[in-house]
């Protein structure tokens, strides 16, 4: 069980979902109607936070979060299940590298440990920035140079 501390959840938690959204759209060529994606934003977030509460083994919770964002897609943006779950898989393990590898970097060049980390409200709510930051200038890049896949 972790408990996510509120300022985690607005500076960190409402940012990643956004941009997974964001980045989940970008990169299958849909059209973003901002309404959608900040309802699929809080729904997203209010979900991943009160999942955080059930006595599950660590990990399970991004599997919850994984059928979350599927079903978000699927139903929210209208999207065919198989488009549904490629922007979902890709969304979610394209943010899961750019964390691990950032992370990574970040605990070498500061010297930083998860539990270090973890105790201090204000340090787990900015470790992400830089890797959230990457993943804005994806999007960016993508929207400008019109990639995406044909699905």
């Not at 599950?56 to 978000?72: E, M, Q, R, S």
Request: proline share 4%; hydrophobic share 60%.
């Amino acid at each position: 069980m972790d408990k996510m501390p509120l300022i985690s959840i607005l500076f960190y938690s409402i940012p990643e979902s956004y941009l997974m959204f964001l980045f989940g759209l970008v990169v299958i060529g849909e059209s973003i109607s901002q309404k959608k994606l900040l309802a699929a934003t809080l729904v997203s977030v209010i979900i991943s936070y009160l999942v955080r509460f059930l006595p599950i083994p660590f990990g399970i919770h991004t599997l919850i979060g994984l059928i979350v964002i599927c079903l978000l897609f699927k139903y929210l943006f209208n999207l065919p299940v198989k488009k549904a779950l490629i922007s979902s898989l890709l969304s979610l393990s394209t943010l899961l590298a750019l964390e691990n590898i950032i992370l990574y970097f970040l605990e070498l060049t500061f010297d930083l440990t998860l539990t270090t980390i973890w105790k201090s409200d204000w340090l787990r709510t900015i470790i992400g920035w830089p890797h959230l930051a990457v993943l804005l200038l994806i999007i960016i890049l993508l929207k400008s140079k019109k990639v995406h896949l044909d699905v």
